[in-house]
C-alpha cells in the first residue's frame, strides 16, 4: 500500500476536475455529431424540389417551404459552427484539467519515492545498528 501524503486531497480534487472536463466534452461532441446530423437533414430537405405542374397556389406553397428549408439550414449551419467552438474550448479546458492533474500525480509520485526511500533508509540504519549490537556482544 502506497504512503499517504498531504497531497493525496490535492490529486482527488485535480482528478475529479479532469473527470468533469472529461465528461463536459463527450456531451459536447455529442452535441456536435447532433447538429452535423440536423446539419445533413436540413441540406437534404432545401435540396428536394417539391414543385409540380398544378395550380399557382400550390407552387406557392411549395416555394415559401423551399424557403423555410434554407433558413433551416442556415440555422443548422451556425448551429454547427457554435457546436464546433464549443467543443474546442471544451477540449481545451480538458487538456488544462488534465495537466494540471498529471502534474501533481507525478509530484505525489515524488515525494511516495522520498518516503519510501526515507522510511527503508531508517530501517537499514535501524538493522545496522542491531547488528553492530549483536557483533559487539561476541
Known amino acids: 500500500m502506497p504512503p499517504k501524503t498531504r497531497l493525496d486531497a490535492v490529486v482527488k480534487i485535480r482528478e475529479r476536475d479532469e473527470d468533469t472536463a472529461r465528461i463536459q466534452l463527450s456531451e459536447d461532441q455529442r452535441r ?9 437533414e436540413a441540406r437534404s430537405r ?19 417551404a423551399h424557403q423555410r428549408a434554407l433558413l433551416d439550414a ?3 449551419e451556425h ?5 464546433d467552438e464549443k467543443v474546442g474550448s471544451s477540449r481545451a479546458n480538458y487538456v488544462a484539467a488534465y495537466a ?6 507525478r509530484v505525489v509520485e515524488t515525494r511516495r519515492a522520498d518516503i519510501i526511500k526515507e522510511a527503508e533508509k531508517a530501517e537499514a540504519k535501524r538493522l545496522d545498528e542491531m547488528a553492530t549490537l549483536l557483533f559487539a556482544r561476541e
Open 79 to 83: 448551429a454547427v459552427t457554435a457546436a
Open 32 to 40: 456536435q455529431l447532433a447538429a452535423v446530423a440536423a446539419l445533413e
Open 100 to 105: 494540471k492533474a498529471e502534474a501533481m500525480r
Open 46 to 64: 432545401a435540396r428536394h424540389d417539391a414543385r409540380t405542374s398544378g395550380r399557382a397556389q400550390d407552387w406557392d406553397l411549395a416555394d415559401r
Open 74 to 76: 442556415r440555422l443548422a
